[in-house]
């Protein structure tokens, strides 16, 4: 706590977006829109670390001034047509879309300024870096849709997209899709009961693309960082691929939706996606000067289910009770790479292992196996170099307290084994709670933080994780015989016990309330005297309690991998605010 008075790291921001949207009927069955958006924004962040507080890196201080100017256009154009005849309805629309984003930043950092001197002209200059990104895309699309006699559907999609990720002749990507249903509660047949209100069969197989990396990896970069004979010199930094295309999902689902007694929806979905061409970071030869290159490789395939069910349980008189229940169960598996030979995805020396069989977020790290009872020593299981545990004579794993002396394995998954969420609104006389949850189960997080706050004496003038009245049970060694978790503390650490291993995997499972509503709508009779149709007072908490074993500041982590965190991956993450809110809606 002592650097907090003296350090500090704000951020200042200003955004402002526009829309303007036209709206034209040619006639009754013929119209078009066009909407035009514009944004752009401002931010200026600084951090500051005084010479007075300890810092490992920055023992004469650290300030950081850093500015970034962003702006962006898109246009979306549609033309919709609708005719129906009989029992036949057609309709369909030809759509155009251009978008068009520059980001800008500069930075400029120094050190060794005067305690308590917050300028950067007081320190002596530390770096200075920026960029500039351009970007741009455009889409065209085109829908047709038909029905017969409202039983039968049919939907036929087809988009051409092209995105300045990727080189020139690479670009577009085309991507159709088809879907069906039936109605089977608008048949003859279905008249003569009541209990099926609805009831719908549906199946769809559709192409879509993914272009989730950062710009212009299809290009060679240099940094312009050092110097050659007093002149600035460019050495390269990232290697080109100019081969870099769309990573295509392809999709296959069927469903069906159904209505009992018209007071109980329910619906279920099986699906399978395979996705090929994967965008990700392949290791290449040392001998290139680069550890890896962005590439589409392999193919990865996800199969699920998902239910939703909702109910009207409650609705006589003044009472009403409204249910909701939804969950999905997903499973990934990698089914080919190249040569079939697996890699590893690292960020901050964090890897995961892509393997065939396997999840595609399968974390691959030491094993950590505890805390040795006689002398508090770390403790890793030892692996071999194919990924086996070493057995004793008595077919027991071994252990040892040297990190280097063992290997990694696939030790857990990012991928979680279900999510979901409930959500409930009880209402009486105008009173009404509404209440929304969501959850998780079957994830595991590795939380990076703690390997600095949770080090066992490894850095000294870090605030350190309690674990004292932890909900994980954790416990300190402290004498011999001691059955700790957490190994014995030493001056500059104990035997590399805050290096990355299983350690520092934790179950990501959660289930929290996102949203809680109280609130009273006022009776019509008495708000139709000041011409209201609605007014209601009303209070609102978001994220309001979270029941968790996660150690970190919040559990609900993405499944997205960037430059600096794997998916699945806890980094100083910021965690999710707890809101209150107290309102008055007033409707005319």
């Not at 559907?153 to 085309?174: D, H, K, L, M, Q």
């Not at 879509?208 to 970069?221: C, R």
């Not at 007694?261 to 619906?267: G, K, Q, V």
């Amino acid at each position: 706590l002592h650097s907090t008075n003296y350090n500090y790291s704000t951020s200042n921001n200003f955004d402002f977006s526009g829309m303007l949207q036209l709206n034209v009927h040619f006639t009754d069955w013929l119209s078009f829109s066009t909407t035009n958006t514009f944004g752009a924004g401002y931010w200026k962040s600084t951090s500051y670390i005084d010479p007075r507080a300890y810092d490992s890196s920055y023992a004469n201080g650290y300030l950081e001034n850093s500015i970034g100017i962003s702006k962006s256009f898109g246009t979306t154009n549609i033309l919709k047509a609708a005719y129906q005849w009989g029992d036949h309805s057609v309709n369909g629309m030809l759509g155009w879309e251009w978008g068009t984003w520059k980001s800008e930043y500069t930075t400029a950092s120094g050190t060794g300024m005067p305690n308590g001197v917050d300028a950067l002209n007081a320190t002596s200059p530390f770096g200075v870096s920026g960029y500039e990104i351009p970007g741009a895309s455009w889409a065209g699309f085109v829908q047709a849709q038909y029905d017969y006699a409202k039983r039968y559907f049919v939907t036929a999609t087809f988009r051409a997209e092209a995105s300045s990720i990727f080189a020139p002749e690479n670009r577009v990507g085309y991507f159709p899709s088809v879907a069906a249903s039936w109605l089977i509660s608008n048949e003859d047949f279905m008249k003569d009961q009541d209990v099926v209100s609805f009831l719908k069969l549906r199946a769809s197989y559709g192409i879509t693309g993914n272009n989730n990396i950062p710009a212009y990896k299809y290009l060679s970069t240099y940094a312009l960082n050092a110097l050659y004979q007093n002149q600035v010199a460019a050495t390269p930094s990232r290697l080109a691929n100019p081969l870099l295309h769309w990573e295509t999902a392809n999709m296959a689902a069927v469903g069906i939706d159904l209505t009992f007694i018209n007071r109980i929806d329910m619906s279920i979905d099986l699906y399978n996606t395979d996705n090929t061409g994967l965008l990700l970071n392949v290791p290449v030869a040392p001998s290139t000067g680069f550890y890896e290159v962005t590439k589409n490789v392999g193919s990865v395939r996800n199969q699920g289910i998902e239910y939703r069910i909702d109910a009207n349980i409650i609705n006589k008189g003044k009472w009403s009770w409204d249910l909701g229940f939804n969950i999905g169960f997903n499973k990934n598996r990698v089914t080919s790479l190249p040569d079939h030979t697996p890699f590893l995805q690292t960020a901050s020396s964090v890897s995961q292992q892509v393997k065939e069989g396997q999840d595609i977020y399968s974390w691959y790290m030491k094993e950590w196996a505890g805390v040795d009872p006689d002398n508090g020593d770390p403790l890793w299981y030892v692996v071999d170099d194919k990924g086996e545990y070493v057995l004793d004579e008595n077919g027991q794993k071994t252990t040892t307290n040297d990190y280097n002396a063992t290997k990694e394995k696939v030790v857990g998954k990012a991928t979680p084994l279900f999510s979901g969420g409930l959500n409930t609104q009880v209402s009486w006389n105008g009173i009404y709670l509404h209440i929304n949850t969501n959850f998780m189960y079957g994830n595991q997080i590795y939380n990076y933080t703690r390997q600095s706050s949770d080090a066992d004496g490894a850095y000294v003038g870090y605030n350190q994780l309690s674990i004292e009245n932890s909900r994980q049970g954790w416990s300190r060694w402290e004498k011999k015989g001691d059955k700790a978790t957490h190994p014995k503390p030493m001056l500059n650490g104990n035997k590399a016990s805050n290096s990355i291993s299983s350690r520092y995997l934790e179950d990501g499972s959660y289930f929290r309330i996102k949203n809680l509503t109280v609130g009273y709508d006022f009776p019509k009779k008495l708000i139709q005297k000041a011409h209201m149709t609605r007014c209601r007072v009303y209070l609102s908490a978001d994220n309001l309690w979270t029941a968790t074993k996660f150690s970190g500041m919040d559990p609900e982590i993405t499944l997205t991998t960037s430059a600096y965190e794997l998916a699945g991956m806890y980094s100083t993450n910021y965690p999710v605010g707890r809101t209150y809110q107290a309102g008055v809606e007033i409707s005319f």
